[in-house]
Protein backbone atom coordinates (compact mmCIF):
# COMPACT_ATOMS: atom_id res chain seq x y z
CA UNK A 1 0.00 0.00 0.00
CA UNK A 2 1.43 3.76 -1.22
CA UNK A 3 -0.16 6.80 -0.15
CA UNK A 4 1.50 9.94 -1.41
CA UNK A 5 -0.15 13.08 -1.20
CA UNK A 6 -0.92 16.06 0.82
CA UNK A 7 -4.98 15.35 2.25
CA UNK A 8 -7.18 17.83 2.52
CA UNK A 9 -8.63 18.23 5.83
CA UNK A 10 -10.87 15.17 6.91
CA UNK A 11 -11.28 13.57 3.75
CA UNK A 12 -11.63 16.30 1.54
CA UNK A 13 -9.76 15.67 -1.76
CA UNK A 14 -5.41 17.06 -1.82
CA UNK A 15 -5.32 20.71 -1.27
CA UNK A 16 -2.24 20.51 -3.71
CA UNK A 17 -1.52 17.76 -6.47
CA UNK A 18 2.18 16.62 -7.41
CA UNK A 19 2.91 14.87 -10.42
CA UNK A 20 4.48 12.04 -8.78
CA UNK A 21 1.26 11.98 -5.95
CA UNK A 22 -0.07 8.24 -5.85
CA UNK A 23 -2.91 6.22 -3.50
CA UNK A 24 -1.88 2.59 -4.96
CA UNK A 25 -4.49 1.33 -2.44
CA UNK A 26 -7.17 2.50 -4.16
CA UNK A 27 -5.75 1.74 -7.61
CA UNK A 28 -4.54 5.25 -8.49
CA UNK A 29 -0.57 5.35 -9.46
CA UNK A 30 1.69 6.88 -10.86
CA UNK A 31 3.33 5.84 -14.46
CA UNK A 32 6.00 8.81 -14.52
CA UNK A 33 9.14 7.00 -14.58
CA UNK A 34 12.75 7.59 -12.74
CA UNK A 35 16.15 7.43 -13.53
CA UNK A 36 16.14 3.87 -11.36
CA UNK A 37 13.34 2.71 -13.69
CA UNK A 38 14.68 3.74 -16.80
CA UNK A 39 18.28 2.00 -15.48
CA UNK A 40 16.05 -1.32 -14.52
CA UNK A 41 14.07 -1.49 -17.49
CA UNK A 42 10.88 -1.43 -15.23
CA UNK A 43 9.49 1.90 -17.29
CA UNK A 44 6.16 0.80 -17.87
CA UNK A 45 4.11 0.65 -14.15
CA UNK A 46 3.43 2.76 -11.30
CA UNK A 47 6.72 3.94 -9.90
CA UNK A 48 5.73 3.01 -6.44
CA UNK A 49 3.88 -0.14 -6.55
CA UNK A 50 4.92 -1.48 -10.19
CA UNK A 51 1.29 -2.66 -11.36
CA UNK A 52 1.14 -1.83 -14.88
CA UNK A 53 -2.67 -1.96 -15.73
CA UNK A 54 -2.23 0.63 -18.93
CA UNK A 55 -1.71 -1.10 -22.64
CA UNK A 56 0.65 1.83 -23.85
CA UNK A 57 1.01 0.20 -26.85
CA UNK A 58 -2.97 1.23 -27.53
CA UNK A 59 -3.00 4.45 -25.73
CA UNK A 60 0.63 5.42 -27.78
CA UNK A 61 -1.55 5.06 -31.14
CA UNK A 62 -2.78 8.33 -30.56
CA UNK A 63 -6.31 6.50 -31.65
CA UNK A 64 -9.32 8.64 -31.21
CA UNK A 65 -11.23 6.19 -32.24
CA UNK A 66 -10.07 4.43 -29.20
CA UNK A 67 -10.01 7.27 -26.84
CA UNK A 68 -12.67 6.06 -24.62
CA UNK A 69 -9.52 3.50 -23.61
CA UNK A 70 -6.95 6.41 -23.00
CA UNK A 71 -9.59 8.50 -20.77
CA UNK A 72 -10.07 5.12 -18.82
CA UNK A 73 -6.02 4.79 -18.96
CA UNK A 74 -5.66 8.17 -17.52
CA UNK A 75 -7.71 8.09 -14.79
CA UNK A 76 -5.79 5.24 -12.91
CA UNK A 77 -2.72 7.44 -12.81
CA UNK A 78 -3.16 9.72 -9.24
CA UNK A 79 -2.35 13.39 -11.25
CA UNK A 80 -5.03 12.68 -14.08
CA UNK A 81 -7.69 11.48 -11.93
CA UNK A 82 -7.44 14.34 -9.65
CA UNK A 83 -8.12 16.61 -12.36
CA UNK A 84 -10.76 14.13 -13.63
CA UNK A 85 -12.67 15.12 -10.96
CA UNK A 86 -12.26 18.22 -8.80
CA UNK A 87 -14.16 20.88 -8.18
CA UNK A 88 -13.76 23.73 -10.95
CA UNK A 89 -13.35 26.85 -10.00
CA UNK A 90 -15.75 29.40 -11.16
CA UNK A 91 -13.86 31.75 -13.09
CA UNK A 92 -12.98 28.89 -15.36
CA UNK A 93 -16.14 28.16 -15.26
CA UNK A 94 -17.38 31.59 -16.20
CA UNK A 95 -14.35 32.09 -18.96
CA UNK A 96 -15.79 28.73 -20.69
CA UNK A 97 -19.66 29.71 -20.97
CA UNK A 98 -18.59 33.10 -22.22
CA UNK A 99 -16.41 31.43 -25.27
CA UNK A 100 -18.91 28.55 -25.74
CA UNK A 101 -17.91 25.20 -27.36
CA UNK A 102 -16.71 26.49 -30.62
CA UNK A 103 -14.53 29.19 -29.01
CA UNK A 104 -13.05 27.20 -26.40
CA UNK A 105 -12.05 24.91 -28.94
CA UNK A 106 -10.11 27.52 -30.44
CA UNK A 107 -8.82 28.84 -27.63
CA UNK A 108 -7.69 25.56 -26.73
CA UNK A 109 -5.97 24.70 -29.97
CA UNK A 110 -3.93 27.99 -29.68
CA UNK A 111 -2.83 27.29 -26.00
CA UNK A 112 -1.41 23.96 -27.12
CA UNK A 113 0.45 25.44 -29.48
CA UNK A 114 1.70 27.75 -27.08
CA UNK A 115 2.69 26.13 -24.18
CA UNK A 116 3.70 23.08 -25.38
CA UNK A 117 3.67 22.92 -29.41
CA UNK A 118 7.28 24.44 -30.07
CA UNK A 119 10.83 22.31 -29.98
CA UNK A 120 11.54 23.61 -26.45
CA UNK A 121 8.37 25.42 -24.73
CA UNK A 122 9.15 27.67 -22.53
CA UNK A 123 9.26 26.67 -18.43
CA UNK A 124 8.50 22.95 -19.52
CA UNK A 125 7.14 21.37 -16.73
CA UNK A 126 5.73 24.14 -15.64
CA UNK A 127 3.74 25.89 -18.18
CA UNK A 128 0.29 25.10 -17.00
CA UNK A 129 -1.45 26.57 -14.08
CA UNK A 130 -3.69 23.97 -12.20
CA UNK A 131 -6.43 26.57 -11.74
CA UNK A 132 -8.69 29.57 -13.57
CA UNK A 133 -9.40 28.44 -17.16
CA UNK A 134 -11.07 25.09 -17.83
CA UNK A 135 -8.38 24.56 -20.39
CA UNK A 136 -5.39 23.91 -17.68
CA UNK A 137 -7.78 21.86 -16.03
CA UNK A 138 -8.24 19.82 -19.04
CA UNK A 139 -4.35 19.76 -20.21
CA UNK A 140 -3.32 18.14 -16.67
CA UNK A 141 -6.33 15.47 -16.99
CA UNK A 142 -5.10 14.46 -20.46
CA UNK A 143 -1.45 14.62 -20.00
CA UNK A 144 -1.28 17.50 -22.55
CA UNK A 145 0.40 20.08 -19.51
CA UNK A 146 3.73 19.57 -20.59
CA UNK A 147 6.23 17.42 -22.58
CA UNK A 148 7.24 15.34 -20.29
CA UNK A 149 3.64 13.97 -19.70
CA UNK A 150 3.23 14.07 -23.88
CA UNK A 151 6.46 11.90 -23.58
CA UNK A 152 5.18 9.06 -21.13
CA UNK A 153 1.26 9.30 -21.89
CA UNK A 154 1.59 9.93 -25.56
CA UNK A 155 4.81 8.67 -26.63
CA UNK A 156 6.05 12.13 -28.67
CA UNK A 157 9.39 12.91 -28.00
CA UNK A 158 10.94 15.86 -26.46
CA UNK A 159 12.95 18.41 -28.56
CA UNK A 160 11.07 18.29 -31.55
CA UNK A 161 7.82 20.33 -32.47
CA UNK A 162 4.96 18.64 -32.39
CA UNK A 163 2.97 17.84 -35.91
CA UNK A 164 -0.12 19.42 -36.88
CA UNK A 165 -1.87 15.98 -36.56
CA UNK A 166 -0.78 15.77 -33.11
CA UNK A 167 -2.19 19.58 -32.36
CA UNK A 168 -5.09 17.93 -33.22
CA UNK A 169 -5.41 14.87 -31.40
CA UNK A 170 -4.53 16.83 -28.17
CA UNK A 171 -6.98 19.70 -28.71
CA UNK A 172 -9.56 16.61 -29.46
CA UNK A 173 -8.71 14.95 -25.81
CA UNK A 174 -9.07 18.21 -24.14
CA UNK A 175 -12.53 18.86 -26.04
CA UNK A 176 -13.49 15.38 -24.55
CA UNK A 177 -12.64 16.43 -20.79
CA UNK A 178 -14.77 19.93 -21.61
CA UNK A 179 -18.03 17.91 -23.09
CA UNK A 180 -17.57 15.46 -20.11
CA UNK A 181 -17.18 18.44 -17.24
CA UNK A 182 -19.14 21.32 -18.30
CA UNK A 183 -22.00 19.43 -20.74
CA UNK A 184 -24.44 22.75 -20.71
CA UNK A 185 -22.06 24.90 -22.83
CA UNK A 186 -23.43 26.78 -25.87
CA UNK A 187 -22.13 26.37 -28.96
CA UNK A 188 -21.24 30.24 -29.44
CA UNK A 189 -21.08 31.44 -25.70
CA UNK A 190 -23.63 33.50 -23.88
CA UNK A 191 -23.49 36.42 -21.47
CA UNK A 192 -22.13 36.03 -18.10
CA UNK A 193 -21.38 38.98 -16.00
CA UNK A 194 -17.97 39.25 -14.17
CA UNK A 195 -17.62 37.89 -10.44
ZN1 LIG B 1 0.93 2.18 -7.66
ZN1 LIG C 1 2.84 17.68 -17.30
Redesign the pocket.
Known sequence: M?VQHAMGPDGCPPIRVKCTD?D?AHD???FLENKKMIREGKKD???????RPVDWARVHQRNFDDVAYTIRSLNQEFIRYHFWHVAIDQRAINHARRKGRVGIREAAEHRLRKSVGSEHPFRDGRQTPFEGNIIYYAQHATATCCRNCIYEWHNVPKGRTLTEEEIRYFTNLVKVYINCRLPDLTETGEYVPHL
Not at 45 to 51: D, H, L, Q, S
Open positions: FACLHCGCRYCGV
